[in-house]
């Protein structure tokens, strides 16, 4: 056999054997050795990666570390070794965090070989053994039983009442009942065939025996391994950006050095002098703590977002959430609690809505909005008997492990269970009033199934099923306590009342019942499901997590797209998206995995914006294409997932979004983001979140670049006059301040908390530049200006204060020198101090958010404080940093400054407030 035969599932089980040249006695040892050296093991292999020490070695050759190492390189060139060391350090740090974040985030593969299971039971030469799972080969007889992992793809050969939980492939939860016989049906996605079985999944009930068809990666599990491993990981929209940042840096800097080595030269500095003053210009030009004030920005954030649920493996995405124009995410436990739940009965003649959500036992009975009595609940008694009694789930309470309600078995009868549960039965006490004596097992054919049980030595059958099904073999229904006809007209009021519930996206099961006659002895489906007591309809969904519908509207607020992508079914994802109101037009297209495979890129891209659309029954191939259609169009994506399924489309997602509880650990690990909680609102608290961060980073960006211009202009001063006024400022101060004294300020703010209406405005166009013309004019042509003004006013101060005049030569050395690049220093922290409150808003006045209201910004500018004094007054740092003591009136000239720069940036607000008008 050297492929899988072409429609395998058609054909009948002689001819499957005859097709894969195996028999009823599975293949012989021999046979499948042979197998095993042509085909190899069934495993998932692992493309080959970089090794860690190149990943390791790509973090110190990133353009900006090339930036700093040139920084540092050139100040071991010019003799300040000090300097040279401390931009080495910051490399290092920052490159042994980045690749520690990148490590942890690439696991996805080692995941879903976890997914795997070790062994496998197969029939080789007529006997039953145990095999390692990697030895399977096409063509093995597997065998299967009741919690099994199933560990290749297979075709049914034989079953009894299987059912398989599919959830890991297609993300829903529900066992899909699976046949042995041939399937002529087309159409049908390869998910869906209902004699195939599949790797990773799991046996839910039932036993059975199957053809093993594919193994390995050519598995449907190995196509989605396939799929991870193939998604080459980009740039994130912020790293992007940094990369812009320093290209612009790097020009500034290494053309304002040319520049001013030039103009040295032109003023008869020599060729040394000219260099070292070359060198000074490009130091002062790079903002060496703008890596780690971004990186230390971004995990903080990762630390808020934790608060609120969201856990962030990969710095980088803190801010790719903020720029998302697109959600897509799936139904079944993002939208929804993936539990589901009894919403209506139609019992008594009559409706009743039941209140509550999840598994959790506890709501009211509702008819016309009215509450029921006791009474009237205990009208239901018998109904929900049946529902508790032909039912095989396990209704489990909260539990040191499981803080909440769980269950065991079909959540479609675990529902009734909780039904009545909230009806105050008691669960354990029903099953020892009425033990089971014999079950007739659910059949897809028949659609129902019956058990029978020993009500004090009656035997009582409760007959659950399809609600046309059960309706057509009652000839009685149960009102007011007692059995009365139920003429067809009856009957189709009923299956009316069954259409309304089908209508509003609810899955709909009829209970019945009859009492046998003591001479049946021969318990058949044809003697036991006739002549039944119709007790009424229960219908259940899965119901929407109860903060989704304003986290939707919060995303339409701010400009954002949602999508699902689900594995249900079209009308059911459409009523769930109608009633959370991610769909709100009229008409709404749903577009099918079949639909997606006949449609082309361009067909696709024009179905997605023509108007609201929901992806139904889909493959994990059909969402990564839709993915990749939404980026070549210029979104950014986010993806929701929780099963292996989702792992591609979360890998190439511009952030994965994985489910903390409901989700497996591929797509957790294939994922950028894990939402602890389960709950779509909690993306949308972190979009907002994200949005605050860039709009943090612009505001620290906007501070350091300020505090660059202050650094050049001492240096422009000093080449213009011909090197008569000595150098206001040295590098080892401006080292100070870069990776000292606005360290601290920058990160905090960093910290700011979302402006009011972040969510009001629409994502930041993907073209938008975080060092664009406003910031660049704010900072340099503004701020940096009045910072450069005080620099040298207070320069010039010491040497007025000591006499000299205009005219006069200026000592570039001694204690008036020292005390004056002190001044100059000193002059820089106390405008930043003023610089980082102002910064704080880019259009509101500070006192709108509060002037204090931040906190780490005022530990930040306390820390500013003690660190210039540290440098000024503490004796080793005033050899290092060439300080000198300044006194209070020194203190005092420099203070005037302060509400200077506050004063005007706040004008310079109002005006942009009324322009904007």
Not at 263 to 292: D, H, Q, R, T, W
Not at 468 to 488: A, M, R, W
Not at 560 to 581: F, N, P, V
Request: with cysteine; hydrophobic share 45%; aromatic share 8%.
């Amino acid at each position: 056999m050297e492929s899988e035969p072409q429609h395998i599932y058609k054909l009948s089980a002689g001819e499957v054997y005859r097709a894969t040249k195996s028999s009823s006695d599975g293949l012989s040892r021999d046979e499948a050795k042979r197998r095993l050296e042509s085909y190899g093991p069934n495993e998932i292999s692992e493309i080959k990666k970089r090794s860690l020490v190149i990943r390791f070695l790509d973090q110190f050759i990133h353009l900006f570390a090339l930036l700093l190492w040139v920084g540092g390189i050139l100040s071991f060139v010019a003799d300040m070794p000090e300097l040279g060391w401390a931009i080495f350090a910051v490399i290092v740090i920052n490159a042994i965090f980045s690749f520690w974040q990148e490590f942890k985030a690439d696991r996805a593969t080692e995941a879903l070989k976890r997914l795997i299971a070790p062994n496998a039971k197969v029939i080789r030469e007529g006997e039953i053994m145990q095999i390692p799972a990697r030895d399977l080969v096409p063509g093995d007889l597997l065998v299967l039983e009741e919690g099994d992992i199933v560990s290749a793809d297979g075709r049914l050969i034989e079953e009894f009442e299987l059912r398989t939980n599919n959830s890991i492939l297609t993300g829903e939860s529900v066992p899909v009942r699976k046949i042995a016989d041939p399937v002529l049906e087309e159409m049908l996605q390869r998910l869906e065939i209902p004699n195939l079985i599949f790797s990773g999944t799991s046996v839910a009930s039932g036993t059975g025996n199957a053809v093993v068809i594919a193994t390995g990666m050519q598995t449907e599990f190995g196509k989605i391994a396939s799929l991870t491993q193939a998604v080459v990981e980009e740039q994130s929209p912020l790293q992007k950006e940094m990369a812009w940042v320093t290209k612009i840096v790097a020009i500034l800097a290494v053309g304002m050095g040319i520049s001013f080595f030039v103009l040295g030269s032109m003023v008869g500095m020599s060729f040394i002098e000219g260099f070292v003053f070359a060198i000074g210009i490009i130091i002062a030009n790079v903002p060496e703590g703008l890596l780690p004030t971004v990186t230390l920005a971004l995990a903080l954030g990762v630390q808020r977002m934790a608060k609120h649920n969201a856990l962030v493996k990969k710095l980088s995405s803190v801010e790719t959430l903020g720029s998302t124009t697109i959600i897509c995410t799936d139904k079944t436990g993002t939208l929804t609690k993936n539990e589901m739940t009894v919403r209506g009965l139609f019992a008594n003649n009559r409706r009743i809505d039941i209140s509550g959500a999840g598994y959790e036992p506890k709501g009211d009975f509702l008819a016309g909005g009215r509450r029921l009595s006791v009474a009237e609940i205990a009208g239901l008694d018998l109904f929900l008997r049946g529902s508790v009694y032909c039912n095989n789930a396990r209704l489990l309470s909260p539990s040191e492990e499981k803080r909440s309600w769980s269950i065991l078995g079909d959540p479609t009868e675990a529902a009734l269970l909780v039904v009545a549960s909230k009806a105050g039965l008691d669960l354990e006490v029903l099953r020892r009033a009425e033990p089971r004596v014999y079950l007739l097992p659910f059949e897809s054919v028949r659609k129902r199934m019956a058990s029978i049980h020993n009500k004090r030595g009656r035997r009582i059958a409760y007959v659950k099923g399809a609600p046309k099904e059960v309706i057509q073999l009652c000839t009685h229904i149960y009102i007011d306590g007692s059995n009365k006809p139920f003429p067809q007209e009856l009957k189709d009021e009923v299956l009316r009342q069954n259409d309304a519930f089908a209508r509003e996206a609810m899955r709909v099961l009829a209970i019945a019942f009859r009492e046998l006659p003591d001479e049946l002895s021969d318990l058949t489906v044809e003697t036991v499901e006739r002549e039944l007591v119709f007790l009424g309809l229960a219908a259940m969904t899965d119901p929407p997590h109860p903060e989704v519908e304003e986290a939707v509207g919060l995303c339409h607020t701010a400009g954002i797209r949602i999508i699902m992508i689900t594995g249900d079914y079209g009308l059911t994802a459409e009523s769930i998206a109608r009633k959370i109101r991610i769909v709100k037009d009229k008409e709404c297209r749903i577009i099918t995995g079949v639909d997606l495979d006949r449609m082309g890129d361009s067909d696709l891209t024009g179905a997605i914006y023509s108007g609201d659309v929901i992806f139904a029954r889909v493959a994990p191939e059909h969402k990564m294409r839709v993915v990749s259609v939404l980026k070549k169009s210029g979104e950014i994506v986010a993806v929701t997932g929780d099963g292996v399924n989702d792992a591609p489309a979360l890998r190439l997602a511009d952030i994965g979004v994985a489910m903390g509880i409901g989700g497996t650990d591929v797509a957790k690990e294939a994922s950028e983001m894990v939402l602890l909680n389960d709950n779509f609102a909690t993306i949308v608290k972190a979009i907002e979140e994200g949005r605050a961060i860039y709009t943090n980073i612009k505001r620290f960006v906007t501070y350091i670049f300020a505090s660059n211009v202050p650094e050049i202009i001492p240096f422009i001063v000093f080449v213009l006059s011909g090197g008569k006024i000595p150098l206001p400022l040295t590098v080892m101060q401006i080292l100070a301040i870069d990776l000292g004294t606005d360290m601290l300020p920058a990160i905090a703010l960093g910290m700011e908390r979302p402006e009011p209406g972040t969510m009001e405005r629409p994502p930041r166009p993907r073209k938008k530049r975080l060092l664009d013309l406003p910031l660049m004019l704010r900072a340099y042509g503004f701020l940096g200006i009045i910072e450069s003004i005080a620099c040298i006013s207070g320069f010039f101060y010491v040497y007025w204060m000591s006499g000299w005049r205009p005219g006069m030569a200026m000592a570039g050395s001694g204690i008036i020198y020292q005390k004056a690049t002190t001044m100059a220093h000193a002059a820089i922290v106390v405008t930043q101090i003023a610089n980082v409150f102002a910064c704080r808003t880019e259009r509101v006045s500070v006192f709108k958010v509060g002037l204090f209201s931040n906190r780490m910004v005022l530990l930040g500018v306390l820390g500013e404080i003690i660190l210039i004094n540290l440098f000024i007054y503490v004796s080793p740092f005033q050899k290092i940093f060439e300080h000198a003591p300044i006194g209070l009136k020194e203190w005092g000239f420099l203070l005037i400054f302060m509400p200077i720069l506050f004063f005007v940036e706040e004008m310079r607000k109002l005006i942009m407030r009324y322009l904007r008008r």
